[in-house]
């Protein structure tokens, strides 16, 4: 029976991942079950920020240690059953990390927020890096990898120039698109309609031009959460309110195929800032998404 393992981030307050099997449409209806995987040692400082899953046994974990966000990568060949680390960096240039993509075997991305403009790279399974400077790119932090070469990037930038965090209120998001491995960038569209909020939670890349967002606020007064899809890349755009995600603070967005996808998010407890973890799952493309799992 063929398998496949994906992942997706459900960001409660001790940071757990989730992996889900795939079983075989063909042979059992898509049967899809539900595993938590905890950490391979427990420390109070150390935080699962991202996770990407190449195949059924390969996957890394993008780590953030210590009060000041310092990076770690973790790799598991195993199923995410042991971990090792391949990469540690007391003083990151990637500060608070946030996005890892595991496009191939041997190649991994990772990113942080503080100072996007390095990127690091590694083209043999983590055994080097490279660092990347992007000065394009600005801040933000959320990329999202096709393959080796083509991905997109969130960039996140001020109407009136870098002004660091003095307003961050009126911050901006827009879409960059590499064809060369992130050595270089263009913008997908100038006039992109997610331009409007601070918000892009999710990137993920159907094809080269077939691509989505997950955005938490949209437009002048936040109406959010919103599902875009593009297959043009970004030339136009299908928006999608999601009525049934509303009150849910958005995550993470993975799809195992062009229908088939699921969203996690928090939602709150009404009791303080505590939330519990939900999932809303779409088998058209994004279009509708209906509760599929809640943490009990």
Not at 75 to 80: L, N
Not at 88 to 105: A, V
Not at 182 to 198: H, S, V
Request: proline residues 4%; hydrophobic residues 35%; negative net charge.
């Amino acid at each position: 029976m063929r398998k496949k393992v994906f992942s997706l981030l459900l960001l409660s307050i001790c940071f757990i991942p989730v992996l889900a099997d795939w079983a075989d449409e063909e042979e059992n209806g898509g049967v899809y079950q539900w595993a938590p995987i905890k950490p391979y040692r427990y420390d109070p400082f150390i935080h699962i920020k991202d996770l990407a899953v190449y195949d059924s046994l390969d996957a890394v974990a993008l780590i953030s240690r210590g009060e000041w966000g310092n990076l770690e990568i973790w790799k598991s060949t195993d199923g995410a059953q042991t971990w090792d680390v391949i990469y540690s960096e007391l003083n990151s240039p990637s500060r608070f990390p946030m996005e890892i993509q595991h496009p191939s075997p041997n190649y991994i991305y990772a990113c942080g927020h503080t100072n996007v403009q390095n990127i690091l790279r590694s083209s043999d399974a983590g055994i080097t890096w490279d660092t990347i400077n992007t000065p394009e790119l600005f801040f933000g932090g959320r990329l999202c990898m096709y393959d080796t070469l083509r991905g997109v990037f969130r960039r996140r930038f001020h109407p009136k120039g870098d002004i660091g965090y003095a307003d961050s209120t009126i911050f901006l998001d827009e879409l960059v698109y590499t064809e060369d491995g992130c050595e270089t960038w263009t913008l997908i569209r100038p006039d992109t309609i997610i331009n409007y909020a601070f918000g892009v939670r999710q990137i993920h890349m159907f094809s080269p031009d077939d691509m989505a967002i997950i955005h938490s606020k949209y437009g002048k007064h936040g109406k959010g959460p919103v599902f875009f899809r593009t297959k043009d890349r970004g030339k136009t755009w299908d928006v999608n309110y999601m009525a049934s995600v509303t009150s849910a603070n958005l995550k993470s967005m993975y799809f195992v195929n062009d229908s088939v996808g699921w969203i996690a998010a928090a939602k709150s407890t009404g009791e303080g800032h505590r939330d519990y973890d939900v999932l809303f799952k779409t088998t058209d493309g994004g279009k509708n998404w209906e509760l599929n799992y809640k943490e009990k």
